[in-house]
């Protein structure tokens, strides 16, 4: 199993353009999320999604969006990029147990993003 | 909401004893996760804490009072590829996600 795999590695961006980022799990999992990381910082949740169709928002939604179409897939979209969205970008998956909890999630290898 | 408090830094040598606490302010926490993440690398999970007291995985350790709202991970025996930051994370009961805390960045010497 590759696990969670994100793509591309690295990207700049200029002020205003579009991009997306790629996700995608061979784990079968239900629940999948994007989080944030600037430096020297914790993870901050961006939006998840509990299944195919189902997406939430997290703590730092704004000048994001996403979409869940398969239970493999979730990728995250930046319009309009800014340079307070230069960050590393972490996806990542997780099964539910039969408790009804989230506790271990599995994290891909991030995406570096510059905006300038 | 929740928060999760983690001291930011902590020094110590090669073979030392290394204790990071986390304290959350949060009703319904339902327990604690802790994960490694090393400079330049992903989060892994190392332990979770469903119930109070005490959990051992090797080397490391993990303790839960959800009465104190408190938890803390145990480095024992410390090696020079300890040298990362730590997380912990909570989330509540039938919940679908996971607050982190700040992390505390351990710094391991010879």
């Known amino acids: 199993n590759a696990g969670v795999t994100q793509t591309p590695k690295f990207r700049i961006l200029k002020i205003g353009q579009s991009m997306t980022l790629q996700c995608t799990q061979d784990m079968n999992h239900n629940y999948m999320y994007w989080y944030r990381q600037d430096p020297g910082m914790g993870l901050k949740l961006i939006y998840y999604?509990?299944?195919?169709?189902?997406?939430d928002k997290g703590e730092v939604p704004n000048g994001y969006n996403v979409s869940r179409s398969t239970t493999e897939d979730f990728p995250l979209r930046l319009e309009l990029a800014a340079p307070s969205q230069t960050s590393v970008y972490f996806c990542?998956?997780?099964?539910?147990?039969?408790?009804?909890?989230?506790?271990?999630?599995?994290f891909g290898p991030g995406t570096r993003l510059t905006v300038t | 909401g929740q928060s999760l408090e983690q001291p930011s830094e902590v020094t110590a040598v090669e073979g030392a004893i290394v204790q990071i606490n986390c304290t959350y302010q949060t009703s319904g926490f339902y327990g604690l996760s802790w994960y490694q993440q090393h400079d330049g690398g992903a989060p892994t999970f190392l332990s979770y804490n469903a119930l109070d007291g005490l959990e051992e995985t090797g080397r490391f350790s993990s303790f839960l009072s959800r009465s104190d709202s408190y938890g803390y991970l145990l480095l024992q025996e410390l090696q020079m590829k300890d040298s990362a930051s730590y997380f912990c994370a909570g989330g509540k009961a039938a919940g679908n996600k996971l607050t982190f805390g700040g992390g505390t960045r351990v710094l391991v010497k010879p």
């Open positions: 999604s509990v299944g195919a169709g189902i997406t």
């Open positions: 990542a998956s997780s099964q539910r147990t039969s408790g009804g909890q989230v506790y271990e999630q599995y």
